[in-house]
Structure formats: C-alpha cells, structure tokens
C-alpha cells in the first residue's frame, strides 16, 4: 500500500514540523511527504493523486481538525483510499473520540493499522468529520478568526476576546432548527451542536453518546440562559455532563437525526470542523460511512465512552 503523509506547517503554530518530518523519513515503505502551500490545498492535491493513481493508498492529516477535514474531503468518493492522521494541531477534537492524540502518536501502528467505517456530515458543497456547530460557540471562533493577528485583543488574548463579544452579542440566537422535521427551536436559542464526534472547541464534550459509525447525527439544542446559570452550567456541559444532568432540563432540547434544516434571516458563523463559512439556510445530512479510517490497535469502543483525556 502506499501511503502519504500530508503535513500542514502552520498546525499547532509549526511547533512540531522537524519532529515530524524526521518521523516520516524514518518509515520504511513506499512513503511520500507532502507539505499543504495553502488551505484546501490538501483536498486539491489528494483528489488530484486518486484521479490518477488506481492502487491502494492511505492518507495521514498531520495537523488538527482542519486537516483532518480537507483530508477526508480529498478521498471521499475514492474506494481505493483511506485515511488517518497524526495529530500536531492545536484542538485534535476529532481524535478525542478514541482515547486522544496519544494513540495516534506511533505512524509505524498507524501504517499497520486497520481501518473502521467513519460516517461524515455533508452540508451542501461542504462537509464536516467532527461537528457542525452554530450559536454561541460559533460566534467565539468567528470572533477569534478575526481578531487573531491584531495587537493587544489577538493572539494569546483572542479567545478571551471572543468570548467577551459573545457574551454580550451572541446569547440570544435566532433560526428555525429542525431535526428530521421536528422544529426544536422557540423565539431563541443560546447554541446548537450537530455532532458526528463527540468533543468540540478543545475539550468540551458536547456529544456524549455519538457514534460516528451509526448513520446519526446527535442534535442539542441550549435556549438561553442567565449568565449566572450560563457559569454554572459551563462545568458539566464541557464534562460531558448534561444529558443526565436535571439541571439542563429546562434548557436542553437533545435529538438523535438524519436530517437537519436550518433556516435563518441573514447569514450567521457556522462551524465546520473549526472552519467558519458564512450563510442563513442550510441542511446537514448524515453520509454513512463514508470514510475508511485506520485507528492504531490499542482503540477499543469503551475509549468512545471514556472521559476526555489529554492531548
């Protein structure tokens, strides 16, 4: 089998670049590296290799969630290719649902390694590994997307500047959700999460029971809320806590669905993997398993149910 490894430099700000390259070389095998030049680039360059190359391929995403994402985009389609990654980014969300970045740290497990069926979210001409996510959370990301190169409010400030604008401008969300076409939403909402995977944002576990091999999507939906009960509550949602929590009761609409439909007034961020793109009606559909993705032999399915570890 072939296997390429494509490596994004500005993953986890390029900490890691000459450790990885060095891992990479070292393999033995039929091993090309590829190094991204710009985002989307990886999909380019993957899409361009299957269209003319028939025999068995794997693909490592070397980077984070975004990676993992274009990388998937890439092969999907492709019956002769496979995936997985070796986390360098910053976030690694995707890989938390088996057991961490740490079980996918030894690339030459992850040659050897068998693959497992991964569903995907589609959603239009764009598509999602890990989670979908609009509202509050999204308003954050967007917020620290733009503010990221600018002095004193940027860099390591820029999620702390994020969630201050959200705070005061992204409590109180308004769309019609619709969850295989039951609507789950009133006049507003706080956030929702369309989720494949089970961690989003670093470490929240905001999808408790996924699976991303069962052909759903896990859909919660959080109606606003005081910013004292916001605080409070913060703690065990990012624990995973809330579906069993009665304290989440009177906010928390939670659904399992094939379908869901999102119509808004004007365009709002949404979150795609950690990417932002920008509209006011859209659809998320569940492609099942769609990917082949190889998870090193120590993962097994009580990992899915485990607290998050640490990247």
């Known amino acids: 089998m072939k296997h390429v490894f494509i490596l994004n430099p500005k993953a986890g700000s390029g900490a890691h670049l000459d450790e990885t390259r060095a891992a990479i070389r070292s393999l033995d095998g039929d091993v090309t590296l590829y190094e991204t030049k710009a985002p989307k680039d990886a ?20 980077g984070g969630d975004g990676t993992i994402k274009e990388v998937a985009e890439g092969i999907l389609g492709f019956p002769q290719a496979s ?28 040659t050897a390694a068998d693959t497992l069926p991964v569903d995907m979210i589609t959603l239009g001409d764009e598509y999602s590994v890990n989670v979908c996510n609009f509202g509050f959370d999204a308003a954050v990301a967007d917020t620290m997307n733009r503010v990221r190169r ?37 006049k507003a909402f706080l956030l929702c999460t369309v989720a494949n995977g089970a961690y989003v944002g670093g470490a929240y576990r905001c999808a408790p029971r996924a699976k991303n091999d069962d ?54 961020p949404v979150s795609l993997d950690g990417e932002i793109i920008r509209t006011a009606h859209f659809t998320c559909e569940v492609l099942p398993g769609a990917l082949r993705f190889a998870v090193p032999p120590a993962y097994t399915e009580a990992d899915a149910a485990a607290p998050v570890p640490a990247s």
């Open 43 to 62: 999909t380019r360059y993957i899409r361009t290799w299957c269209e003319s190359h028939t025999e068995d391929v794997r693909f490592y995403a070397c």
């Open 83 to 110: 995936m997985s990654c070796f986390p360098i980014g910053s976030g690694n969300d995707f890989v938390k649902y088996y057991g961490g970045s740490a079980r996918f740290a030894d690339l030459a497990a992850l």
């Open 150 to 186: 600018l002095p004193l409010v940027g860099g390591k400030n820029a999620y702390t500047t994020g969630i201050l604008r959200a705070l005061v401008t992204a409590r109180r969300n308004r769309c019609d959700i619709y969850a295989d076409g039951e609507k789950l939403t009133g």
């Open 215 to 268: 052909g759903k999507m896990e859909v919660c939906v959080m109606k606003p809320m005081t910013l004292v009960s916001f605080l409070r509550l913060m703690g065990p949602y990012r624990r995973g806590e809330h579906l069993d929590d009665p304290r989440f009761a009177k906010y928390m609409t939670y659904r399992r669905a094939s379908r869901v439909e999102v119509v808004g007034e004007k365009p709002f």
